[in-house]
């Protein structure tokens, strides 16, 4: 992963900020992004100047579905794994 570290302290430096500050400002419009697509909208977000951010129409029944498989796997196991 990239370490934004740099990034940040020059900014704070540039408007005299500190840099916790400049990493919340950074990353908010991601933190944003996030709970916006993690609520279950299908509406594209678009941010400027980095594009647009959405999830593929039938992505999140394909994630709930293999979601079921697996725990339906792993009752199965703890089932199976009691009768021995």
């Known amino acids: 992963?990239?370490?934004?570290?740099?990034?940040y302290r020059k900014i704070s430096e540039k408007y005299n900020i500190p840099i916790?500050?400049?990493?919340?400002i950074c990353d908010s419009q991601f933190d944003f992004t996030k709970s916006v697509i993690s609520?279950?909208?299908?509406?594209?977000?678009?941010?400027q100047y980095i594009g647009r951010f959405f999830v593929y129409p039938n992505r999140r029944r394909y994630v709930k579905e293999r979601q079921e498989r697996i725990r339906k796997i792993n009752e199965e196991r703890k089932k199976n794994k009691h009768q021995e």
């Open 1 to 7: 992963m990239i370490d934004h570290a740099d990034k």
């Open 20 to 24: 916790e500050v400049a990493q919340k």
């Open 39 to 47: 609520k279950g909208s299908d509406e594209p977000v678009y941010l």
